[in-house]
T-cell receptor, first 113, second 114 residues
C-alpha cells in the first residue's frame, strides 16, 4: 500500500518567518494530496489540497507544491503567525478500488512570538 | 463545527471490556471513515463505509468491527479491550467517499482503557 513519509517531525519558527513541511510518497499512481491541520485538542481540518494535474496551489499564506517525478509534495506557510501553531498532516490517495487516504506521521509546528 | 457528531466524547473502561463509539455524518454525506490516533501518533485508517456498505479496510484489528446503518450513522465496536487500545478515535465523513473527497472530521472520542 501507499507509504507517506513526512519531515520534519517538529518545526519551530520565529513569527513572521516561513515554514516548510515536506512529504514523500511511494505509489506513483497517487494523484490526490491534501493537507490537514490539527490544533491542540481539536479535530483535523482540511486546509489545502492539490491534484496531480497541478504543480502548485496557493491560498493566502499557504501554498502546496507537487513534484510527481520525484514523488514529493510540500506545504509552505509564509508570514507565520501564532495561530499557525498546530500539527500538520500530509496525505495521499489514488483512484482505485481502495479509497483509503494514507496520512504522514505529522509535523508539530511551533511559532515563537 | 464540522457537522460530524461523535459520542461519547470520553470513555473510560477496563481491559477486557467492550465499547461502542457512535458517529453521525454531516447531512448529505454518504461515506464514513474511522481513524485511530494514539498518543504522538498519526492518523491510522481503520475502515470506510459508503451508503451502508464497507468500501475500504485498513489495519483494523479483528477485535474491532464497524457498520453503517440505513440512516447513515456508524458505530465502531471495540471488544476485548487492551491497554494499547487507549487512543483518540475520529470519525470523518465525505459526500461521495471517492479518493479525492475532502474529509470532515468529528471531534473524536477519547478512549482510556485502565
Amino acid at each position: 500500500g501507499e507509504n507517506v513519509e513526512q519531515h520534519p517531525s517538529t518545526l519551530s519558527v520565529q513569527e513572521g518567518d516561513s515554514a516548510v513541511i515536506k512529504c514523500t510518497y511511494s505509489d506513483s499512481a497517487s494523484n490526490y494530496f491534501p493537507w490537514y491541520k490539527q490544533e491542540l485538542g481539536k479535530r483535523p481540518q482540511l486546509i489545502i489540497d492539490i491534484r496531480s494535474n497541478v504543480g502548485e496551489k496557493k491560498d493566502q499564506r499557504i501554498a502546496v507544491t507537487l513534484n510527481k517525478t520525484a514523488k514529493h509534495f510540500s506545504l509552505h506557510i509564509t508570514e507565520t503567525q501564532p495561530e499557525d501553531s498546530a500539527v500538520y498532516f500530509c496525505a495521499a490517495s489514488k483512484m482505485s478500488s481502495d479509497y483509503k487516504l494514507s496520512f504522514g506521521a505529522g509535523t508539530t509546528v511551533t511559532v515563537r512570538a | 463545527d464540522s457537522g460530524v457528531t461523535q459520542t461519547p466524547k470520553h470513555l473510560i473502561t477496563a481491559t477486557g471490556q467492550r465499547v461502542t463509539l457512535r458517529c453521525s455524518p454531516r447531512s448529505g454525506d454518504l461515506s464514513v471513515y474511522w481513524y485511530q490516533q494514539s498518543l504522538d501518533q498519526g492518523l491510522q485508517f481503520l475502515i470506510q463505509y459508503y451508503n451502508g456498505e464497507e468500501r475500504a479496510k485498513g489495519n483494523i484489528l479483528e477485535r474491532f468491527s464497524a457498520q453503517q446503518f440505513p440512516d447513515l450513522h456508524s458505530e465502531l465496536n471495540l471488544s476485548s479491550l487492551e491497554l494499547g487500545d487507549s487512543a483518540l478515535y475520529f470519525c470523518a465523513s465525505s459526500v461521495e467517499g471517492s479518493y479525492n473527497s475532502p474529509l470532515h472530521f468529528g471531534n473524536g472520542t477519547r478512549l482510556t482503557v485502565t
